[in-house]
């Protein structure tokens, strides 16, 4: 089993920048990509981006559409989300997770399609 690490978050002003980053322990061929979610306090889990390992097509959630930036290191078997233009409501924690499931890109924001999660990295914006 795949295990997952992120890494990245912190504390930062509205407007600033943060790249997010997931370490995988491996990358199977069965792999077919990476997604990343968010939870805030009292709100459920929720799709923020999703990169695919052998395309490196992409998918957003329309909140974070021009804002943030998802893209994969095969060598380093890692994924990334860089997050620009920070916003109080960006402030949750991040998870990064696997999926094995070759799937249309329009299910890619389903949490049930994924099989492993990471621990999450906390991101907090505020002024």
């Known amino acids: 089993q795949v295990q997952l690490v992120e890494s990245g978050g912190g504390l930062v002003h509205p407007g600033a920048s943060l790249r997010l980053s997931c370490a995988a322990s491996?990358?199977?061929?069965?792999?077919?990509?990476m997604g990343w979610f968010r939870q805030a306090p009292g709100k459920e889990r929720e799709f923020v981006a999703a990169?695919?390992?052998?395309?490196?097509?992409?998918d957003y959630a329309d909140s974070v559409k021009s804002r943030f930036s998802v893209s994969r290191d095969n060598a380093k078997n890692t994924v990334y989300l860089q997050m620009n233009s920070l916003k109080p409501e960006d402030k949750a924690v991040y998870y990064c997770?696997?999926?094995?499931?070759?799937?249309?890109?329009?299910?890619?924001?389903?949490?049930?399609?994924?099989?492993?999660w990471g621990q999450g990295t906390q991101v907090t914006v505020s002024s």
């Open positions: 997770a696997e999926r094995d499931d070759v799937t249309q890109r329009s299910r890619w924001s389903n949490p049930l399609i994924y099989e492993n």
């Open positions: 491996r990358r199977a061929f069965s792999m077919a990509g």
């Open positions: 990169v695919s390992w052998s395309t490196g097509n992409t």
